[in-house]
T-cell receptor
């Protein structure tokens, strides 16, 4: 069964550094998403992406965040200057109808 | 956007049916009802969705009230692997189905 993959599984970075989280969505899917989950809290929507552009973004997705689909398979989330409060699990998802989530990348900002 | 209300937690015994309720009294006529679950230390996983009629798939059944103000996710025989947080979600109207997760129902399954 096709699945969404994410790399790395765990990323540790220092405050102020840039990080890129990578996702490979399911190949025939058209819609792509990023969500995050701070430890012990709800899953939060960050951004949706369709036809090579952002469709919607939440208040969390400020100028420090960007997304890109650099080629036909990868979908990336970049955080330009990480803050301590960016520490969370970041989930990528893709869909035609229902959303399929990846296993997540645990980002730890020290 | 329509909101959902779910119990914080429920318990079940292994191999017994589980009925997980969800209230969505402000649902609009075009809102689909989606259920996702999140197993410990994993990403959310799609379970089932429906509009008006009851739905069945290999994972579960979804019973939707006639007035659509509530629904029930039914696991016919709970297994230990079904222990998870279950989310009843109405995707954001006018969006590409962006999911707004609440706290969900934490289901515990006892052997």
């Amino acid at each position: 069964e096709p699945e969404v993959t994410q790399t790395p599984s765990h990323q540790v970075t220092q405050m102020g550094q840039e990080v890129i989280l990578r996702c490979v969505p399911i190949s025939n899917h058209l819609y792509f998403y990023w969500y995050r989950q701070i430890l012990g809290q709800k899953v939060e929507f960050l951004v949706s992406f369709y036809n090579n552009e952002i469709s919607e973004k939440s208040e969390i997705f400020d100028d420090q965040f960007s997304v890109e689909r650099p080629d036909g398979s990868n979908f990336t989330l970049k955080i330009r200057s990480t803050k301590l409060e960016d520490s969370a699990m970041y989930f990528c998802a893709s869909s035609v109808e229902e959303q399929y989530f990846g296993p997540g990348t645990r980002l730890t900002v020290t | 956007d329509a909101k959902t209300t779910q119990p914080n937690s429920m318990e079940s015994n292994e191999e017994e049916p589980v009925h997980l309720p969800c209230n969505h009294s402000t649902i609009s006529g075009t809102d689909y009802i989606h259920w996702y679950r999140q197993l410990p230390s994993q990403g959310p996983e799609y379970v089932i969705h429906g509009l008006t009629s009851n739905v069945n798939n290999r994972m579960a059944s979804l019973a939707i009230a006639e007035d659509r103000k509530s629904s029930t996710l039914i696991l016919h025989r709970a297994t230990l692997r079904d222990a998870a947080v279950y989310y009843c979600i109405l995707p954001v109207v006018g969006s590409q189905g962006n999911l707004i997760f609440g706290k969900g129902t934490k289901l515990s399954v006892k052997p």
